[in-house]
């Protein structure tokens, strides 16, 4: 019987991660979807799209232009299955110096992460993205000199990160304030001055 269960188990999370990227909690994309009118907008709808990619063992993140009523940054990374997201109105900087507001917003499918295109007036966060950034990342996060998941970091308020972009790259972190969050540039071979 424990067998036959690890084995569900098991093919399930091969399928999972061979037809698509499925949210480690299924409820996580539920404040997406509620925002969301996917018979006027072009945005993904997590249900009816796969991402075929398979397993790579990287993470994916995203930085989208979102020209809405006031232009900003949004800021994703792969956890658990979504894009954990964030607004960061003055967009990143590869500068250390520069602390950025960045306020997080609810989870995004996978898919987001190709996403460019018009959301219709009228639809939540109407206006135009496009993709300003987008790659790889490397958790770095940990507590106490011991590793701990992306996941774990953001509960408990930073992370830590090496992205592997096109514009921006090296060494990151998000910390949680009682404003919001700030991103910042680590001092690294990769920061300019």
Excluded at 1 to 22: A, D, N
Excluded at 63 to 78: A, G, I, K, P, W
Excluded at 102 to 111: K, N, S
Excluded at 124 to 147: C, F, H, L, M, P
Aim: hydrophobic share 35%; glycine share 8%; proline share 6%.
């Amino acid at each position: 019987m424990y067998l036959k269960g690890l084995m569900l188990v098991l093919l399930c999370w091969h399928c999972s991660y061979y037809y698509g990227r499925m949210p480690m909690n299924p409820d996580a994309l539920k404040s997406y979807q509620e925002k969301r009118n996917f018979a006027v907008t072009s945005e993904p709808n997590p249900p009816k799209i796969a991402d075929k990619r398979a397993n790579s063992g990287s993470q994916i993140f995203v930085v989208q232009e979102h020209h809405s009523r006031q232009l900003h940054y949004d800021f994703r990374l792969e956890v658990d299955g979504v894009l954990k997201s964030w607004a960061v109105p003055k967009g990143p900087s590869m500068n250390p110096k520069d602390k950025r507001l960045a306020v997080q917003t609810e989870d995004h499918p996978i898919e987001y992460v190709s996403f460019e295109g018009t959301i219709p007036e009228g639809e939540y966060g109407a206006g135009t993205v496009v993709i300003w950034d987008r790659g790889i990342y490397n958790n770095r996060s940990n507590k106490d000199g011991q590793e701990i998941s992306l996941s774990q970091a953001l509960k408990g308020g930073h992370a830590s990160f090496w992205l592997e972009g096109k514009r921006l790259l090296g060494g990151f972190a998000l910390t949680r304030t009682p404003r919001g969050w700030l991103l910042v540039k680590m001092r690294d071979d990769k920061a300019e001055s």
